[in-house]
């Protein structure tokens, strides 16, 4: 099934006293390319999580978000006494001190670099929190793929619309295209004709034939329609396929192709009608282009 790359989920969860929330967003992008924001204290996590964002979001633009923030009694810092006394024992040997032209505040005593250390070192805070943003992750990147799915079901819809107006045009340039020599040689003779009529002068038919032949091998499309047709059947099969592989880029080099394919009649072909079925054509393939940016 077709997927988009825009996609959103969150989760979150308390553990121990401590909330944990991460979220996942998913934009457009030609490759997969992460963006993950991490407490200071936990980026050390940035590695797993983006290598577990890779094994489930394999194209796009994605940026992670996670926080930590721990209300329990075990989030308060320790004081750190050795570090204290230290201050206190130069304070008081301050001269102002002596004569008491000086107080102390202990709230700036403990702001001092040192006095007050974290509950627990760096390597013991992400081995708590490892575990519990895996499975946040886990369940933010369901709810982005459920929403890529969905969208990736509507766009599949509007696709198959553009194929579906592609197939008819290209129909109907194969039925009026054998049509457009037998045209041109009746043109060519009338006209050969009656320039010729007031000179008396017969025009030998090999030279009409002749004309008629290179004419009709500098304008025959034959082989871009079919080949314009081979790439619709499997364009076709690519967005009803249901093997789960990303096909965004198959589908956009396909689409280059088909692209190619209708310049080249474009070209040859100097028929008023194929020319405007050309158009048509050519103008759902920029629509389908442009969708298909959006697909995984």
Not at 153 to 177: P, S, T, Y
Request: with cysteine; charged share 30%.
């Amino acid at each position: 099934m077709i997927r988009s790359m825009t996609g959103y989920g969150e989760a979150s969860a308390h553990e121990a006293g401590a909330h944990y929330f991460l979220e996942v967003r998913s934009l457009n992008g030609k490759y997969f390319k992460a963006s993950i924001r991490l407490p200071e204290e936990l980026e050390g996590l940035e590695p797993e999580l983006e290598a577990e964002l890779r094994r489930r979001l394999t194209r796009g633009s994605i940026t992670l978000i996670g926080t930590c923030s721990d209300s329990s009694g075990a989030a308060a810092h320790r004081v750190n006494r050795p570090a204290l006394e230290a201050y206190l024992k130069q304070l008081h040997g301050l001269p102002v001190l002596d004569r008491g032209g000086l107080s102390v505040d202990a709230g700036a005593l403990l702001s001092l670099p040192g006095v007050l250390q974290p509950p627990d070192n760096g390597e013991e805070r992400i081995e708590k929190t490892r575990p519990v943003f895996l499975k946040l992750l886990e369940q933010a990147c369901a709810q982005v793929s459920k929403m890529r799915q969905r969208e990736g079901g509507l766009l599949v819809a509007d696709l198959m619309n553009h194929h579906a107006l592609i197939v008819q045009a290209l129909a109907r340039v194969a039925a009026r295209a054998p049509r457009v020599v037998e045209d041109y040689q009746r043109r060519l003779k009338a006209r050969v004709e009656s320039l010729l009529q007031d000179a008396k002068v017969r025009v030998e038919p090999v030279d009409l034939i002749r004309e008629v032949a290179v004419y009709a091998e500098k304008s025959d499309i034959a082989e871009e329609v079919a080949r314009l047709g081979g790439h619709l059947d499997q364009f076709k099969a690519l967005l009803t396929t249901d093997d789960g592989r990303p096909m965004g880029r198959t589908l956009d080099f396909l689409t280059q192709e088909m692209l190619r394919e209708a310049n080249t009649m474009a070209s040859k072909s100097g028929d008023a009608e194929i020319s405007r079925d050309i158009v048509e054509i050519k103008g759902a393939i920029d629509r389908i282009k442009e969708q298909v940016q959006n697909v995984e």
